[in-house]
Structure formats: structure tokens, C-alpha cells
């Protein structure tokens, strides 16, 4: 069930990872007017640099949706106290996404616990699911009452060990029900097709989602073959093999009229100007999505 | 439910990849010999580097369980000619195995289409699962008659595109189900660690294959942190995250009790002195797994 038509212009929106290299926050903001793309999924380490209030003005002058906010997660810890920070931590991303005004907080939830130098301390793999569970529960009951969604990222399961254990959508699915039930959008699910496009369960577990109202954002980029780095060799829209239109045919089923976000890691595209980068996102959005 | 005692060490087995740089085939059957350790599992191409007769015979003189046979699959096809070719070179690989007394067939059934070039020459992730699933079909009407179980082996889902559409172990036993229901083990699966280890389902589609029989082999190796390549990256047991003695746990819960078979691609070990390569094998299989 591939749609009919190409996607809705005004939903395109830009997660600024795929510009960091290129751009202060101030530059993609005004680089965004000028493309007249209407969306922005700013990084906390991006706004952190720029100021956040800074930020928030300069985003709610442009008349930018904030898509998502990047990142909350990383639930998982070796103690009491790497568990408090991360708590802390968490509350405090909420904090700048309600200042920013983002539609919700984008959980990427964390791997195996590491220790002071960042390797895995622990093989618990289940033990560190239980550990994402309990934090996302514990963040809802701050994040609820404040009126920001949460939503969960599942990350394709090479990421398993260092950066999520939760990497299919069917176990973000369950998240929700067991944390929310009945909930909506309060905690919901984020698909990015970099990390689910593999998944035989993909079309049901989306429609799944957006039966219970927990489709929160849509990212996009391409699969390339070969993918020479896990993390920063993701591709443009178009130059890989993931079946765009398809996908977003299944979302668009499943009720989803949300944002269309560009995602890019790329080494390749960090290299290229700016606005070549956004003049050919809208251009593949257009055609190959 | 991890297990109490180490593994048994008469159901350890070599893949030949694992020592693929350094040694022929008679040298492998030599060294296993040297060494102790009861099981082989062939690659083709090393075979026929080395003669299929000679191979068998070496491998029956030295009394050592075939524990699997690697490869046959690759099922996808651009066209007929394709396809057909597909289907003749898995016709051989049965004929093979057969000949080597093999356990069973390896099936890594392909991903998408390639191009004379070897590039995706599709995106349509669906129509190649159905190619596989055909595929699998009519070699199941050539190697059941004959005797030879089919060992459909889910790849891990970056592999998806490339190599194998056959992603979890539950899409595994899926088509176990659609394919030969109720048939045991002419038509099974082949549990690798290194592609399912991250899988939320494993426990549960290691029983669901196991009540079923047709758990058909169990491979082991390990997932590093950092993976730094994703094909030939793969760790020593004991060097990765893989819970190895739980999932074995599950495996012997299931009712397995089959080979525990070494398949390492790596750079690394590559590069090590073989028999150096084997005894820390042994070691980390009696400690580690």
C-alpha cells in the first residue's frame, strides 16, 4: 500500500544532527526560514551551546514546529547514585523541552550499563531492560503532569549493548501498555526507519501504535549498502534501499499526520554545505519519500 | 536459568570459517584431531578448494560429527535464470552435504536481489521474503526425500539488505510453520548467537522451536563493543556482551542437545596461529560459555 501522492511539504522537518557540522543553532534556525522547511528537532547539546532561551526565542520567531526534542534515556547504570544522575538528568531534558515547546522528549533508552570509561560493566541484558522500564516510569510521573509526551526510540538492534535495549517497535509497544495504559500520547513510540525499515512485524506493529494514539514523530533517512559505520554512515533519502513510500503509506494508515523528520548521521554529508544538505533533503522528501 | 555445570565438551565443533586464513581443509581435520574436539562444520568453498571426496573421507577417518554443512540459500533472483540458478547451486549443496554426512544444510537464504554488480537491484524487502519462502519450499521437496534437514538460519537485521531477509528467530519458525507443519526436523533452525542475542523473544522462539524439534544446530562466538565491522568483527566467547551460558540455559531447556559449534569470523583471529585459535576455543568453551 504504497500512497498515491508524494508527502505533505509542511510537514518536513530537520533534526539538526544532520547539520551539526556545518551549523550553529542561530545558522539552522535562519537556514530553515530560508528553505522555508517548517520543522525542527534540535539536539541538547546543540541548544546547549547556542543558550537554550536563546534558542526558544529564536525557534518560536521563525514559526517553527519543534518536533521532537533529542535526547532524554540512558536509563541504564551500574549503581544507585549512576541511576539518580540519569534521573536527574532526565527531568531536566523535560525542563528544556517544555521551554523549547516540543511536541515530546525523545527517549533513546541506553544499553548494557558501562562504567567510568564507558565499557560494558554488565552482560544483564534482561536486567537492563527492567532498569529502562523503571526509569521511563519514573520520568512519566514527571513528565505527565507537566504536559510532555515521552517517546520512546526503538534503535536497531546492533545498538543493543552500547546505546538501546529496546530495538523493535513490538517491545516499545509493550512499554506503553505496561507504563500507560490506555494512556495515548502521553508515552508513545518513535519510528525511524534506520532502525525498524528490517522488521517483518513493522506494518502491524505500527498500525498497533497508531491505534493507541502513540505515534509521536516519524524519522527519516536510508539504509545504504554497504553500510561502512554503524553509526554515522547513514544515507540520504533515495540513495539506499529502504521502501520510503511504503512506510509511510503504513503510517498514514495508521493515522499519523505528524512531522516527517530528517534524521542524517553522516560522515559523508557532514561534509557537504549546509544548504546543499537541505535543498537536497527537500528535494528527495519530494521525490522519494 | 543459567546452567550449573559447563558445557558438555564432546559437543563442541569447529565451523571452518573460523580458521578459514590459516589452514586447508586436511589441515583443520588434522588439527581438530590434535586437539580433541569431536565436530566440523564445512564451508563450500573450502571444501572444494580441498575435493568433496577427499574432504569426506578425511572427515570419516577421523571420526568427527559434521555438524552442519555452510551454505546453501540465497534464494533472491532479479529473474528466472536467476532463481533457477539459485535452485540448481542449492540442488548441489544438498548433494554435498549428503555426501559429507552432514547434520544439516545451512540456509542463509539472501536479501534483496543483486545486480550483475552485486547491488541491490530492489527495494521490495517483502517480495524477496516471498522468494525465500518459495525457495525454501521446493529445496524442501529435493532434501526431504533425500534425507538432508534444512537449517534455515536467521541473520542478525543489519544483514537484512545483503545477506539474509530471515531476520529473527520467530520469522524463522514462522516459516518452519507455513513450510512443514508438524514435519520436525526436516526443516529447522539454526540458533547463532551473534545474530539473535539482542532479540527481546529469544527465550520464548528457542522453546516454541524446540517443542516443535527443530532446534538443528547452536553456534557460538561473541559481540564486541565496539563491533568495528560488521561482518568480519565477530568476538572470542568471553571477549563480548552475549549472555552465552543463559542462552545455552534456554537451548538445553528446549530439549537441545546438539553440537555447540565456534563460528568466528574475524580479522583478529585470523591473524592468530591456528592452534593457538583452537585451545582458546576449548578454554573459553569450558569457561565461558
Known amino acids: 500500500m504504497k500512497p498515491p501522492s508524494p508527502p505533505d511539504p509542511s510537514l518536513l522537518s530537520l533534526n539538526t544532527a544532520t547539520v551539526r557540522a556545518q551549523w550553529t543553532m542561530p545558522q539552522i534556525v535562519d537556514a530553515l526560514v530560508r528553505h522555508g522547511i517548517r520543522g525542527i528537532a534540535p539536539w541538547r547539546d546543540q541548544v546547549a551551546q547556542a543558550g537554550l532561551m536563546d534558542t526558544a526565542r529564536r525557534i518560536r ?6 518536533t521532537c526534542y533529542c535526547r532524554g534515556g540512558m536509563f541504564t547504570a551500574t549503581d544507585a547514585a549512576g541511576l539518580r544522575a540519569a534521573r536527574d538528568d532526565n527531568r531536566r531534558a523535560v525542563d528544556e523541552a517544555l521551554a523549547l515547546g516540543a511536541r515530546c522528549l525523545v527517549l533513546v533508552v541506553g544499553g548494557l550499563p558501562k562504567d567510568s570509561k564507558g565499557a560494558p560493566a554488565s552482560r544483564d541484558l ?3 531492560r527492567g532498569m529502562v522500564r523503571d526509569g521511563i516510569g519514573a520520568l ?3 513528565a505527565k503532569p507537566a504536559g510532555m509526551p515521552l517517546a520512546i526510540e526503538p534503535l536497531h ?3 543493543a549493548a552500547d546505546r538501546a535495549c529496546v530495538n523493535t517497535l513490538a517491545q516499545a509497544n509493550d512499554l506503553c501498555d505496561e ?3 490506555g ?3 502521553a508515552l508513545g513510540v518513535i519510528v525511524d526507519v534506520y532502525h525498524v ?3 517483518p512485524c513493522l506494518e502491524r506493529e505500527i498500525a498497533r501504535a497508531g491505534a493507541a494514539q502513540r505515534l509521536l514523530d516519524y524519522h527519516l533517512c536510508d539504509w545504504l549498502v554497504p553500510t561502512k559505520d554503524m553509526l554515522n554512515d547513514r544515507g540520504m533519502m533515495g540513495d539506499g534501499v529502504i521502501e520510503l513510500a511504503r512506510i509511510r503509506g503504513w503510517m498514514e494508515a495508521a493515522g499519523y ?3 516527517h523528520e530528517v534524521e542524517i548521521f553522516s560522515e559523508r554529508w557532514w561534509k557537504v554545505p549546509g544548504d546543499d544538505v537541505l535543498a537536497t533533503c527537500k528535494a528527495r522528501y519530494a521525490g522519494a519519500c
Chains 1, 2 share one sequence.
Open 157 to 159: 538492534p546492533m545498538f
Open 197 to 199: 525499515w528490517w522488521d
Open 140 to 142: 512519566l510521573d514527571y
Open 126 to 128: 534482561g536486567g537492563a
Open 179 to 181: 507504563l500507560a495504559p
Open 61 to 66: 520567531d521563525a514559526g517553527l514546529a519543534v
Open 257 to 259: 499526520r505528524g512531522a
Open 183 to 185: 494512556e495515548g500520547p
